[in-house]
């Protein structure tokens, strides 16, 4: 069974920092797309960070996250990580990560192209 699992959301003040975790279970983890998204209150769900081909190195960011936001993988152990720095009021929103087989060696971070989604976690940043 194809399980995502995100963790590590919580409150921190404006210029602070979080680290957010996914494990994914049920894939062959090195031929997935994998990545961050969120959704903040009243607005569409957006892509944050995806890595789509693990053989090139290729990591989408965000453009309002790029410089901040920091993905990575540790395929010993199934589980891609957001490293967030210089957190902003407009970042606080549910952070989902998201997966699929399909996408892999593909390009972009748009979530409606994903199959797979764990529960999110709620990151808030105050001013």
């Known amino acids: 069974e194809v399980q995502l699992q995100a963790s590590g959301g919580g409150l921190v003040q404006s210029g602070g920092s979080l680290r957010l975790s996914c494990v994914a279970s049920g894939f062959t983890f090195d031929e997935i797309a994998i990545g961050w998204f969120r959704q903040a209150p009243g607005k569409e769900r957006e892509g944050v960070s995806c890595i789509r081909s693990s053989s090139d190195g290729r990591t989408y960011y965000s453009e309002s996250t790029k410089g901040r936001f920091t993905m990575w993988s540790d395929n010993a152990n199934d589980a891609v990580f957001l490293q967030m720095n210089s957190l902003k009021p407009e970042d606080t929103a549910v952070y989902y990560c998201?997966?699929?087989?399909?996408?892999?060696?593909?390009?972009?971070?748009?979530?409606?192209?994903?199959?797979?989604w764990g529960p999110g976690t709620l990151v808030t940043v105050s001013s």
């Open positions: 998201g997966a699929d087989s399909r996408l892999f060696g593909g390009s972009g971070c748009n979530p409606l192209e994903f199959g797979s």
